[in-house]
């Protein structure tokens, strides 16, 4: 089963996946997808560990997720577009390499025998990137949302805490 959770920064995103996943589980897992870019970062991280309990696992895999989550487990993918930035820097840029890349594991996650919540970001839907390089990984963004929107059993777009079921 994929849960998909989509919606601005800060729309509750995160706290919905949590509640989701102690729902289905006693222990379920953490998988955390970021680099730490600075020390306001840092704090970022620090508050999203802070917010969980001795119930739940912390996995970090910055991008092979498909083969960091335990068999029969319910993991929440914190987050997809931390994710892609792990490609995109990595790629140096390149949009269609990225993408593909994603794909593939968006393909291989569909194959994994566990519960997963993955959490995106709808980035597309605020202020346009003045760089370049901001406006494609904005296209990255939108195109990787829809592929995992396809393979998801169930999607939920959160606004400002609440949470509209899409699929």
């Not at 029969?72 to 820097?89: E, H, R």
């Not at 760089?131 to 939108?142: D, H, S």
Request: glycine content about 4%; overall charge negative.
């Amino acid at each position: 089963m994929i849960y998909y959770i989509t919606g601005g920064e800060r729309s509750g995103k995160s706290a919905y996946a949590q509640q989701l996943a102690e729902e289905l589980s006693d222990n379920p897992f953490y998988l955390a997808t970021s680099r730490i870019w600075d020390k306001d970062f840092q704090k970022r991280v620090d508050r999203h560990v802070s917010d969980r309990d001795e119930r739940w696992t912390t996995i970090e895999e910055e991008k092979n997720i498909s083969k960091a989550i335990p068999e029969k487990s319910v993991v929440v993918i914190d987050c997809i577009t931390l994710w892609l930035t792990n490609f995109y820097v990595d790629t140096k840029y390149d949009v269609q390499k990225s993408l593909s890349l994603a794909k593939d594991e968006i393909t291989a996650l569909k194959k994994v025998d566990a519960t997963i919540i993955i959490i995106s970001n709808e980035i597309g839907m605020g202020v346009h990137s003045d760089t370049e390089i901001g406006r494609k990984f904005t296209e990255l963004q939108g195109w990787t949302n829809q592929e995992i929107a396809k393979i998801s059993d169930k999607a939920t777009f959160m606004v400002s805490g609440l949470p509209l079921q899409l699929k």
